[in-house]
Nanobody, 124 residues
């Protein structure tokens, strides 16, 4: 069992930055790959970024490449999503999740445990 708690969301103007955190408790955090997803009203949950257990590999959806950066600190049991140059279309609830055994990083069904989400709103 793993518990995940996201924080760091809020309201920001277009072009601004936010840093999301995902604090984990329960089983050994360092054994999990992690993913960040987002869901806007009326839309499906979509993959944003992922990071393997050692942080040696990262993955991003095309729309955030060059603007977002995923990282983790296994000593603090925390994953991060640094979001720069934010756009109104980035507005969504952002979730972190632990990746299971599925090979596809980009679909929610590959992830086992989810946080409650944190709202990010980008104004134009």
């Amino acid at each position: 069992q793993v518990q995940l708690v996201e924080s760091g969301g809020g309201l920001v103007q277009a072009g601004g930055s936010l840093r999301l955190s995902c604090a984990a408790s329960g089983r050994t955090f360092s054994s999990y790959a992690m993913g960040w997803f987002r869901q806007a009203p009326g839309k499906e949950r979509e993959f944003v970024a992922g990071i393997n257990w050692s942080a040696s590999s990262t993955y991003y959806t095309d729309s955030v490449k060059g603007r977002f950066s995923v990282s983790r600190d296994n000593n603090k049991n925390t994953a991060y999503l640094q979001m720069n140059s934010l756009k109104p279309e980035d507005t969504a609830v952002y979730y972190c999740a632990t990746k299971g055994l599925g090979s596809n990083w980009y679909v929610p069904r590959s992830y086992d445990y989810w946080g409650q989400g944190t709202q990010v709103t980008v104004s134009s």
